[in-house]
Structures are given as structure tokens and as C-alpha cells.
């Protein structure tokens, strides 16, 4: 554990019946970081999150968060940690402000001082009269609003956004992640998990992409990226592309497993691993299929692309998902 | 101070309950309004309840032999056959003759006043003989007995037989034998129409109305999230537990008084306690029925269960906590049952106080066995409400 680090895990795992959710998961996060966990539904992130906000008990292993163990000081933990998921809602028929009052009193905050912090948090995201709402009127954007009032109510050192952004309006996403990264500016360390692959790139200072349990890789986005250098992206611009042409130009190509192939908007996206010739090759197929092209490009890998190679591939992780849904 | 953190929170929860239960208009007409005002209006107009226009006692042929032929049986035969309950009452002079009648079928019941009936009476007010009369039923008819029974002890409870005699008979005892061929049964005490019903309507509105607030709103907290969000904030468990049962004895107390003003305006219900005491044992209920309502929530039960586990509840209960079947009455397994559940002994308090006039106080195992009950529910709901907390935060 360094000088600066608020979590520490340690060989951290959890364990439903026969199922590990989560398996030997190490990591440490420093204050004012907002680190990302990024993996596909039921990687883990989430059972990591209720780990660490003490909602449930690792099955081994250990973990601190602002210093304390989620074990045995489970108690000093919550008071020093906000929580924002879907499984930890607010009270549907209350209005936010008597939320916002309710778990004031919880959290043993001074009367004078608890209202200052409730109007300072309604100005903060603009609720106006809508502080004087039932939650169950508002809509989901909103909702989510009032439940990250209530998770800093108390100035927690640490706060969990799980999937914060599941639902939101593109604007209200892009809010938010602004509004995340200055808080870690002033000091709170912040763990956001998601799955979509755009925001940790965007704001997060590092990000951990998880898979069936496990940490895979953990960096900042840019070491992410290079981990998977050898990774050749080609995208070409080749509108009104048959099903049986795409099939072709698939045969042709010979990718293998780790590679990915697809058609959108009349973009195709081409990756694969280890080949400096890739663009070259699809110009060759896609003229021998005799699809029009208007252009081919070849692209630094993304977050995304990055993430497919370390979970190695598309198929493994369909096969993850559907495996978790069953 | 951990004490006043738990004592501050309680209050908070309560008055986050409050706060949610007023919003929601339709709880409020189920919880405080529908419930009991079903019950009691289904029981009294189940029963044709004492005091209402309807007897079911009027219509059935009964003689009346007065052997004491005091004044005091004079006005007894005059308050009976003066009264919408008993239009079809006549009097014999001969005792054998009018239970020779019976087993003609003649006459239905024989009503006798014993010699002395008065003199007893009057030697009441210093000592504590009770005067007795004898009733004769016919036994081929089921239900007669308890019916006829029920309303001449209304009216011999509240017999004065003369400014004189002060002392009123405060509990008729019947008497067991075979005579003429009929058989004779001892049905032990029995009371009038609306006063047995109050006592089956306070316990089932509690236990109905308080099992579905705790365990189903828990349930709900669980299923929307707001449980998980409790559980993360510095509050000890035992906060919530304190805060829910402070919010629902309220509820609890206010439905014991719609339920009394209801018995007593609408069907002339006679409790032979004070209102504290049917309050403070309307209550106790209430309180086994929140210490149940948390140990089911604490394992998980989702709200669709709890509707169904509450109707397995009642139904257990009617059938073997004697609220329709004296708990004495019942044999074998069901008496073993009847005598291990704790509800079975508040609805014998609720019997005690409420038809007999026994003080609360003097029903030292029932009192015990309730207030064990609660505390052992809630001990072990506590224990379980922690041990289960991961499972109920997920």
C-alpha cells in the first residue's frame, strides 16, 4: 500500500455457490484517481464494487478503502464512502430534499449544516424546484442526479459510480463525466465501472478491463492501447455492401479468432493482429467482390479493439455473456 | 453515544415511514379504514350480532320454571320474556315436565331457576357465591346451545333484580347431566354475540394488517434498493427495526380504536375491560406479529410470498390458536400445536379480559409467554436480519 493509496485490494475473491464471480482481484487505487473497471455484464465489476462499499463479504482475500478494512472496520468504511448503483435506490414516494434530509440525519450531519449541503448539492445539479419532487416523478437522467446528491451528502473520500450512466441522455452522460473528474480534481477518488467502452477512455486516469472475474489488464488508456500494438485497424468507406459480398471479402481475408469484422453505416471495420499489409488486402478484396469504395484507412486501435484482444476476441466474450445469462 | 445514534435514527426511520405511508393514499385506506372496517362489518353481520335488530334466539320455543319464586326471579322472568330475544318464552310450574317437553321436542331449551337464587344473590354482596340458574338444551341441534347460552348470559350478566339487591350475577354456570333422554352438555362459559367477535377482529386485523406493513414493506425496501441504501449509511439494524415498529404501533392503535368504536356503536359489543387493557393487549399482538413480520423478511421472502404466507398465517391461526375453537377444546396434535404457538395465548388473554372482565394483570402466563414471545422474535429477527445482510442487500 503506498503513502497515497485509498483502496487496496489484495487477492480479492467472491464465490456464489460454485460460481466465482470474482477471482483473486488486486489492485490499488490512489486518492483523487478515477479509475475505471471495464468489462462486459457479469465480469465482476459490480460484485468488486459491493465487495468494496461492504454490502457483501468476500468469499477471500482482503481489501481496505480509506484506510479501513471492509471486514472489520465495515463500519468506518460507509461512512467514508458514496454509492451510486442501480441496487441502491432512494425512497420513490419521498421528495429528494426529504432524501437528502433522511440520510443526513443517518449520517449524523448538524441540522444548519445538513441544509446548507442539501442546497449546495440541488444548485451543484441545477434541481431548482425539482428538489421538491417525488423521485418516483422524475425521469431517469434526474433520478440519477438525486442519487449522486445523496452518495455525496456526507463528502465521502471515495465514491462508486456502478453503471452510472446506463439510461442517460448523451448530454446528462457527458455532464456527469465532467462532474466525476472534478471531484477527483478536488481530491475524491472515484472507481467507475461500465461497459461502455467510450467513457473510461475519455475520463478515466486509469482503467482495469475485467473478464470472467479476473483483472486482465490494468493501465491508462494510452498503455492499454499500446499493450495491443500489433493490433492493425482498417477502416473502409464502401456503401451498399451485399450480405454475400461481406461473406467474400470475409473468405478472402482469412482472419482468424482474435480478428473482427464489421459492417455499419456503410463503414467497414476491419482487425486483426500482426498484419502490416491489412489494408492492401482488403482494397484487394473488396475490388474483387466488386464493391465500391470510396475510401480505406488504416487506424490506431481503440479502447474497444484493445479490450477485444486482451478478452480474446468477440466470440469468447459472446460466449462469456451468454454463458452469465444462462 | 451509540444508544442516542440508535434512538435518533429510529426516529428518523419512523418518520420516513410516516412520511411515505401518508403519501400513499391507497395504504392508508387499506391499513387504517378497509381492513377493519371488512372484518368487523363481515363478523358482525356474520353473527346477527348482539344488540342488533335481528335475534336468532327469538324465534326458538324455550320454557321458564322459577323454583325460588322470589322477586328477584320474578324480574328475570320479566326481563327475558319482555325482550326481543326470547318472544317464544313460556313459563312451566314443573321442572321434569318441562324437560320431559324437551325431549318431545316440544321446547328447545329449559331455563330453571334453583331455591335460594335470590337469597344467593343477596349473600353475594359479602361473600363471593355467585348465583346459578340451569339450562337445559337440546343437544340433536348444533349451534342452538352456544346461541341461546350466549344471549341469556348477556342478559343475566346485566340482570339487576332490584335496587335492594345490588349485586349483579356476574357469570352463569351450567350444569352437566342426562336427564329424560337428552343429554345435557356442559358448553362452559359462554358470552354474548358481539363480545367473542370482538376478540377474533382485533387479533386478525392486527396480525393481518401488521404482517403485510413489515414483512411486505421490508420486502419492497429489498426489492427497490432503498434497503441496500439504509444498510450503507452509519445505521445500525437495529434502528430500523425500532423505527418500523414505532411507525406501526401507531397504525396498530389506531385500528384497535376503529375496531372497538365500530363493535361497540354498530353492533352494541360489550367489553368487560377497560379500553387500556383491550389496547394494551391489541398491541402486544401487533408486536408478536412485527417480531414474525421481521424473521420472514430476514430471509429473503419476496412480496408475492408474504401475501401468501400471510394467508397460511391467518388460516393457521383460526384454525388452531382457538380463536373459533376454545384452545382447551382441541386433542392430540392439534392441542400440541394450539399450545406452542404464542398466539394462541394472547387470543386466551384477549378471551379473559375482554369476556370475563379478568384483570390483565392476573393472566401471569399469558402476559409471560407474550412479552417472551416478542423478545425471543426479536432477538432472533435482529440476529438473522444481520447474518442474512449480504444476501438481503443483493
Known amino acids: 500500500m503506498t503513502e497515497a493509496a485509498v483502496i487496496t485490494t489484495k487477492d480479492l475473491t467472491k464465490t456464489f455457490g460454485h460460481f466465482t464471480a470474482v477471482d483473486g482481484f488486486n489492485l490499488t487505487i490512489e486518492e483523487g484517481e478515477l479509475y475505471g473497471l471495464l468489462g462486459p455484464n457479469g465480469a465482476g465489476k459490480t460484485t468488486i464494487v459491493r465487495m468494496l462499499c461492504t454490502l457483501i463479504a468476500p468469499s477471500s482475500g482482503t481489501a481496505t478503502v480509506a484506510g479501513y478494512d471492509i471486514r472489520e472496520q465495515a463500519a468506518q468504511v460507509r461512512r467514508r464512502i458514496g454509492v451510486v448503483s442501480d441496487g441502491v435506490m432512494l425512497y ?69 459510480l456502478d453503471e452510472v450512466t446506463a439510461g442517460l441522455d448523451p448530454q446528462s452522460a457527458i455532464a456527469l463525466q465532467e462532474f466525476t473528474r472534478n471531484l477527483c480534481d478536488q481530491g475524491v477518488t472515484v472507481i467507475w465501472t461500465t461497459h461502455y467502452m467510450g467513457e473510461p477512455d475519455k475520463i478515466c486516469d486509469r482503467i482495469g478491463i475485467m473478464f470472467a472475474g479476473k483483472l486482465v489488464k490494468n493501465g491508462t488508456p494510452e498503455e ?21 459480398q461481406l461473406q467474400k471479402v470475409k473468405r478472402k481475408l482469412n482472419l482468424n ?59 469468447e466474450i459472446d460466449r462469456f455473456v451468454e454463458a452469465g445469462q444462462k | 453515544m451509540p444508544a442516542l445514534k440508535i434512538f435518533t435514527d429510529s426516529i428518523a426511520i419512523a418518520a420516513n415511514e410516516f412520511l411515505q405511508f401518508k403519501r400513499n393514499r391507497s395504504a392508508v385506506l387499506i391499513s387504517l379504514v378497509l381492513i377493519p372496517l371488512f372484518f368487523t362489518v363481515s363478523q358482525g353481520a356474520g353473527r346477527g350480532s348482539a344488540g342488533s335488530s335481528y335475534s336468532q334466539t327469538a324465534n326458538i320455543p324455550m320454557v321458564f320454571v322459577d323454583n325460588d319464586r322470589t322477586m328477584a326471579s320474578v324480574r328475570l322472568w320479566q326481563t327475558l320474556s319482555g325482550s326481543q330475544d326470547f318472544h317464544r318464552l313460556t313459563q312451566a310450574s314443573d321442572e321434569q315436565t318441562a324437560i320431559a317437553g324437551l325431549g318431545l321436542k316440544q321446547y328447545y331449551a329449559v331455563i330453571v331457576i334453583p331455591k335460594g337464587f335470590q337469597n344467593i344473590l343477596v349473600g353475594s354482596i359479602s361473600n363471593s357465591t355467585q348465583a346459578r340458574l340451569i339450562l337445559y338444551t337440546d343437544d340433536a341441534e348444533p349451534g342452538l346451545t352456544s346461541e341461546v347460552t350466549g344471549t341469556l348470559t348477556n342478559y343475566v350478566q346485566n ?16 350444569v352437566r347431566g ?32 401488521v404482517f403485510y406493513e413489515i414483512a411486505g414493506g421490508l420486502s419492497r425496501e429489498r426489492e427497490e434498493g432503498t434497503f441496500a441504501r439504509l444498510i450503507l449509511s452509519p445505521m445500525n439494524i437495529s434502528s ?22 365500530l363493535g361497540i356503536v354498530l353492533y352494541r359489543g360489550h367489553p368487560n375491560t377497560e379500553i387500556g387493557t383491550i389496547l394494551v393487549l391489541s398491541l402486544l399482538i401487533a408486536l408478536m406479529t412485527m417480531g414474525l413480520g421481521f424473521l420472514v423478511s430476514a430471509l429473503k421472502v419476496g412480496l408475492r410470498a408474504v401475501v401468501i404466507l ?23 396434535g392439534a392441542a400440541v400445536i394450539a399450545n406452542s404457538l404464542p398466539f394462541s395465548y394472547a387470543f386466551d388473554a384477549m378471551r379473559r379480559t375482554i369476556l370475563v372482565g379478568r384483570p390483565l394483570l392476573s393472566l401471569t402466563t399469558d ?28
Open chain 1, 92 to 160: 420513490r414516494d419521498l421528495t429528494i430534499e426529504e432524501n437528502l434530509k433522511l440520510f443526513s440525519t443517518l449520517y449524523e450531519i448538524p441540522n444548519e449544516q445538513a441544509n446548507a449541503r442539501i442546497k449546495e448539492l440541488l444548485d451543484m445539479f441545477a434541481f431548482k424546484e425539482k428538489g421538491k419532487r417525488m423521485v418516483k416523478a422524475l425521469s431517469t437522467g434526474w433520478t440519477k442526479k438525486a442519487m449522486i446528491c445523496a452518495a455525496l451528502l456526507h463528502r465521502p473520500s471515495v465514491l462508486f
Open chain 2, 310 to 332: 400471510e394467508f397460511f398465517l391467518v388460516l393457521t391461526l383460526y384454525a388452531f390458536s382457538g380463536l373459533l375453537i376454545d384452545k382447551e377444546l382441541l386433542v392430540g
Open chain 1, 257 to 315: 479468432g482474435t480478428s473482427k469484422l464489421k459492417y455499419e453505416d456503410s463503414k467497414l471495420l476491419i482487425t486483426s493482429d500482426h498484419n502490416n499489409d491489412l489494408a492492401e488486402q482488403v482494397a484487394t478484396a473488396l475490388m474483387d467482390v466488386g464493391a465500391k469504395i470510396r475510401a480505406i484507412n488504416t487506424k490506431m486501435p481503440s479502447l474497444e479493439d484493445a479490450f477485444i484482444a486482451l478478452t480474446g476476441g468477440e466470440e
Open chain 2, 159 to 174: 340482570f339487576n333484580p332490584s335496587i335492594e339487591v345490588q349485586p349483579i350475577v356476574s357469570e352463569l354456570q351450567l
Open chain 2, 240 to 261: 430500523m427495526i425500532l423505527g418500523k415498529t414505532a411507525f406501526d404501533l401507531v397504525l396498530s392503535t389506531i385500528r384497535t380504536f376503529t375496531v372497538l368504536g
Open chain 2, 178 to 209: 342426562r336427564v329424560g333422554g337428552v343429554e345435557i352438555i356442559r358448553r362452559g362459559t359462554s358470552f354474548p354475540g358481539f363480545n367473542i367477535g370482538l376478540t377474533v377482529i382485533l387479533a386478525i386485523v392486527q396480525i393481518f394488517a
Open chain 2, 367 to 394: 402476559l409471560t409467554v407474550m412479552v417472551a414471545s416478542i423478545v425471543g422474535l426479536y432477538v432472533f429477527s435482529y440476529v438473522l436480519l444481520l447474518t442474512f445482510r449480504e444476501r438481503l442487500a443483493t
Open chain 1, 224 to 244: 492499454l492501447k499500446h499493450a495491443v500494438n500489433g493490433v492493425t485497424v482498417v477502416e473502409a468507406d464502401t456503401p451498399d455492401l451485399s450480405r454475400e
